[in-house]
Nanobody, 125 residues
Framework: QVQLVESGGGLVQAGGSLRLSCAASGLTFSTYTMGWFRQAPGKEREFVAAITASGGNTVYADSVKGRFAISRDDAKNTVYLPMNSLKPEDTAVYYC??????????????????WGPGTQVTVSS
């Protein structure tokens, strides 16, 4: 059974930093692309970042480029999302997910089958 558990969320002032972590179990972690998505109140879920197996390629939403940096540690079955220069518009529940479909792009939520419960990030102005 695949399980994902996010951590590291919290309340931070604008301009501050947080580092999200997502620990995975029940799968051969190193062989999967991992993604981060977020959903703000009243808004649809949106793609944030993804990293391919072995970390060979990373993709970011334009809104977070240069501020967020996805990485992974396959020895720990963990994917990270350090977030810098946070803005109030980054406030959302952040989810990590496992990409299981190569048909859909890694920026699309439908490519991901397994999701964590999410962690709340709140950025105050």
């Amino acid at each position: 059974q695949v399980q994902l558990v996010e951590s590291g969320g919290g309340l931070v002032q604008a301009g501050g930093s947080l580092r999200l972590s997502c620990a995975a179990s029940g799968l051969t972690f190193s062989t999967y692309t991992m993604g981060w998505f977020r959903q703000a109140p009243g808004k649809e879920r949106e793609f944030v970042a993804a990293i391919t197996a072995s970390g060979g390629n990373t993709v970011y939403a334009d809104s977070v480029k240069g501020r967020f940096a996805i990485s992974r540690d396959d020895a720990k079955n963990t994917v990270y999302l350090p977030m810098n220069s946070l803005k109030p518009e980054d406030t959302a529940v952040y989810y990590c997910a496992v990409r299981t479909s190569p048909v859909f792009p890694m920026t699309s939520g439908v490519a991901y089958r397994y999701w964590g419960p999410g962690t709340q990030v709140t950025v105050s102005s």
